[in-house]
């Protein structure tokens, strides 16, 4: 493991304001908060419009940075460009990860049992993170990637907030399934919609999530798409469509292939692949204590402990 050069210079700090100092002092807004670990200035993330934690770097060449959003204790070293682990609490003996390093599994698990390392690994990346309503969207794609349906792969898209812009940018394939159901019906974490969106998934069409978890409408058809997006060899036009309208609006887009993949796009962007056997392995946590062996029993994988 690399060990990053800076962290001596932590320090017990308390962040100067609550909000960025310099969107508070503008009337701006911001998207996600971060706070130095020299000083406590706070400033707001580069997918904020201002980026005044980087700009407080440059101008002070302080160089640690510490999340300030709820359920995150991940800190950055601007200078090595490394993201040091959550479990962190001195620079004794401490272990990094490389920024670039995708979905790092978690070191603990949340007071449920159920580990949240990879959902905040996909939550540092995009625009829009409302855990509440983001987690169990991305749960649900993946257990279509899983399951499929009716012994079939299954492929479908889902966007993830800026829903207004979203229907602009969309036009309805066939009548809305879901039109006249109340919003508490239409909440994406209550269990009898999930039943009916694995269902609807095997209509052709996107579904439209709103920041406040609420299924605005199924079965859309996207509309924008999005000249310089670049996406890699064998995505198809699902993933161009979700790439796009998430250039086009402020929202993420989750796009479930019928390879049994789930990939996350933000601001045209792919920022996230998640294996569906992996994400379940890690957010369900299997720990074992010792070191393991696997044995196949059919389709059934069957960890037990060595010795």
Not at 183 to 212: H, Y
Request: proline share 3%.
């Amino acid at each position: 493991m690399t060990t990053c050069t800076h962290l001596e210079q932590f320090r017990i700090v308390s962040p100067k304001t609550q909000g960025c100092e310099a969107c508070l002092q503008s009337g701006e807004d911001w998207v996600h908060l971060r706070m130095c670990l020299s000083c406590g200035h706070v400033g707001c993330c580069d997918d904020s419009k201002n980026k005044h934690a980087t700009a407080h770097f440059r101008s002070t060449q302080h160089p640690v940075i510490k999340s300030l959003e709820p359920d995150e204790s991940w800190r950055w070293c601007y200078i090595d460009e490394l993201l040091v682990s959550d479990d962190v609490e001195s620079h004794e003996g401490s272990n990094v990860t490389s920024s670039t390093q995708s979905l790092p599994l978690p070191k603990q698990a949340s007071t449920n049992g159920r580990t949240r390392g990879m959902f905040k690994s996909i939550c540092r990346r995009v625009r829009r993170c409302d855990k509440k309503n983001l987690e169990p969207l991305i749960e649900l794609a993946v257990e279509i990637a899983r399951e499929g349906r009716e012994g079939r792969r299954i492929g479908t898209l889902f966007t993830f907030g800026d829903a207004d812009a979203v229907l602009k940018h969309s036009r309805p394939l066939i009548l809305d399934p879901l039109a006249g159901h109340t919003e508490e019906e239409r909440q994406i974490r209550d269990v009898n919609l999930r039943g009916t969106i694995k269902e609807l998934a095997q209509l052709d069409g996107a579904f439209v999530v709103s920041d406040q978890g609420i299924v605005v409408s199924a079965c859309r058809y996207l509309d924008a798409m999005a000249s310089d997006v670049v996406l890699s060899y064998g995505m198809a036009s699902r993933h161009l469509a979700g790439a796009s309208i998430s250039q086009a609006t402020d929202a993420v887009a989750i796009v479930v292939s019928e390879s049994s993949m789930v990939r996350v796009f933000d601001d045209g962007k792919l920022v996230a692949e998640i294996i569906p056997e992996l994400w379940l392995m890690d957010h369900y946590n299997v720990q074992l204590s010792k070191s393991y062996e696997e044995e196949h029993v059919g389709d059934l994988a069957v960890l037990s402990a060595k010795g």
